[in-house]
């Protein structure tokens, strides 16, 4: 559910468009589009190759966490099975081993989370710029005053409601392609 500062802010924004437009003494000349960066990114080609791209570097950050959990797991496990025939100081010595390692699975953990966090980081603001420059060029060349967002779910949502005629979406994800290949 949106905040009450979301649908404010969603509020003024598409109120500061429709006033900049009638100032400017251009109501009847007003065209306003919409497009889903989140479906450009998806359905362009370079888009989809940078999204797989960051899939396996996730995916490849996952398998070590998960190689160094399965070593978590035997360890623990076998110092458990030998915990009654160890002396006080190899019981000592295992449960350090064991603690050693699980704060350095966490430390590792933490480290490659920040990674794939910085990596989709870098990715959105370099897929943004791309989206907006293609988005630029659509509405200049078919005379759109302004192009929105419709959002998403994960995102705040400025436009409500667009009719599939303003949808500029697909012809951004043509302009999209033929720019980044």
Known sequence: MKSRSQRITACLVGGMIVLAATWG????????????????MEKSKAGK????????????????????????????????AQESGLSEVARREK???FRTKFENYQKRLGDF??????????????YTK???????AVADREGY?????????????????A???????DSVIKEFDRRYK
């Open 25 to 40: 003494g251009a109501a009847d000349r007003l065209k306003v589009g919409v497009i889903s960066q989140q479906a450009i």
């Open 49 to 80: 190759r940078a999204l797989e791209t960051m899939k396996e570097f996730a995916a490849s950050r996952q398998r070590i966490i998960g190689a160094d959990d399965e070593e978590l797991k035997t360890l623990e496990k076998d110092l458990k």
């Open 95 to 97: 449960a350090e081993q």
């Open 113 to 126: 989370n920040r990674e794939v966090q910085a990596k989709q980081k870098d990715m959105t603001e370099e």
């Open 130 to 136: 791309k989206i907006d420059a293609a988005t630029s």
């Open 145 to 161: 005053t302004a192009v929105l967002d419709t959002g998403s779910a994960a995102t705040m949502r400025v436009v409500i409601y």
């Open 163 to 169: 009719h599939h005629a303003v949808d500029l979406t």
